[in-house]
């Protein structure tokens, strides 16, 4: 009777507090670039495509395309409104697992960043600045030159 209590017990608290589920080990990566060449680039992440950037310009009339589409104009005065075209591209909601990856921005014109990391569990932001060329990963900042290969050291937890 008591090894049946005890059994009972045990199946109880594995099944309210999750049971013996491994952890999320699934990486979500959104991925933001901030200049005209690569605002339209191709993302792939071990060689299989994942999409193009969303494209976003913002003219100095405040005109703002997305995709290369007229969207609407912004407010006079609106503080997105710059000197000049403000290109940026986004690539949102890319789920994979963690672990080691061989991540690629291709710019229209063939220009290459490669990214070598080991994407831990979790949301990361990426932002590619070619101009400054430096990439961001989450709070880690590299040296990252169009046609360079980069080590991003966010190690898995």
């Known amino acids: ?14 099944f309210f507090t999750g049971g013996c589920k491994e952890k999320d080990r699934t990486a979500h990566i959104t991925f933001n670039v901030e200049d005209q060449e690569f605002s339209n680039a191709e993302i792939s992440i071990d060689g299989k ?4 950037m969303e494209q976003t310009l913002i003219k100095p009339n405040g005109e703002l395309y997305i995709n290369g589409q007229f969207v609407t104009n912004l407010p006079p005065k ?6 000049e075209d403000i290109y940026s591209g ?15 921005i291709v710019s229209e014109k ?13 949301y990361h932001l990426i932002t590619y600045s070619p101009g400054e060329e430096i990439i961001k990963w ?3 900042i590299v040296k990252a030159a169009p046609g360079t290969t980069v080590t ?4 898995t937890k």
């Open 138 to 140: 989450d709070k880690e």
């Open 78 to 83: 609106s503080p997105e409104i710059g000197k």
């Open 152 to 155: 991003i050291k966010n190690k």
């Open 49 to 52: 495509s994942m999409g193009r």
């Open 1 to 14: 009777m008591l090894s049946v209590v005890c059994c009972i017990m045990t199946l109880t608290v594995l």
């Open 90 to 104: 986004v690539l949102d909601s890319i789920q994979l697992k963690s672990g080691k990856h061989t991540i690629s």
């Open 110 to 122: 063939g220009k290459q960043l490669q990214i070598e990391a080991d994407v831990s569990p979790g």
